[in-house]
């Protein structure tokens, strides 16, 4: 078996860490480029050789959070098991127990989109994961019946899902979650039944 090999960058994996933990604390608006390059130790000619511009460097992180959550929710449900409606809900689970932890100020997505033009890299990003947290549900629902994520219920739970958010970043807490999951579970009763009485 052949090794790929990889060159490490370190000077580009401190930007990205740097801008990942930045623009969460301060917003992107606030966090400007000098800021990013002075506390990443390196000159902004070398930060404008690995992003082109502040909207790259912007869709770069938020890839990066995209890609990290993915990750985490695929995990935690496969640890978790369950029916495929068990693990529906368990989402709403994870997103309670990451508004509990010290450094939760938001969904990035939603509050980069509030900084963002529609034209911009950084929306485009978003747009795909908005696309994958339907999916996630429209998959995880197959079996009860749904046909894909522009069904009624996964709109529904992935309305709750950025509501639950948007809500624990104003008054923080895991009750925003709790009561998200509970109204997802009655969303797919009444799913599971109105399905049933058509077959």
Not at 165 to 193: C, K, N, Q, T, V
Request: negative net charge; aromatic residues 10%; contains cysteine.
């Amino acid at each position: 078996m052949t090794t790929v090999k990889t060159r490490r960058r370190p000077g580009l994996e401190r930007v990205l860490a740097t801008a990942d933990r930045l623009f969460y604390e301060r917003g992107i608006h606030a966090t400007g480029v000098d800021l990013i390059a002075e506390e990443a130790s390196v000159s902004k000619a070398t930060m404008y050789t690995y992003f082109r511009t502040k909207d790259d460097l912007v869709a770069a992180y938020l890839q990066g959070r995209s890609d990290g959550w993915q990750r985490h929710v695929a995990e935690q449900l496969e640890a978790r098991g369950g029916s495929s409606i068990d693990k529906a809900l368990s989402v709403f689970d994870l997103l309670g127990e990451w508004f509990v932890t010290d450094d939760f100020r938001g969904c990035p997505f939603i509050n980069a989109e509030a900084e963002s033009t529609q034209d911009s890299p950084g929306h485009r990003v978003n747009l795909g994961h908005r696309g994958w947290v339907r999916e996630l549900f429209a998959d995880l629902l197959q079996p009860i019946g749904v046909t894909g994520s522009d069904e009624m219920l996964v709109l529904q739970l992935t309305t709750l899902y950025d509501g639950a958010m948007a809500s624990a970043y104003a008054e923080p807490g895991p009750a925003w979650a709790h009561a998200a999951r509970e109204a997802a579970r009655a969303l797919i009763d009444r799913f599971e039944a109105e399905h049933s009485r058509v077959e």
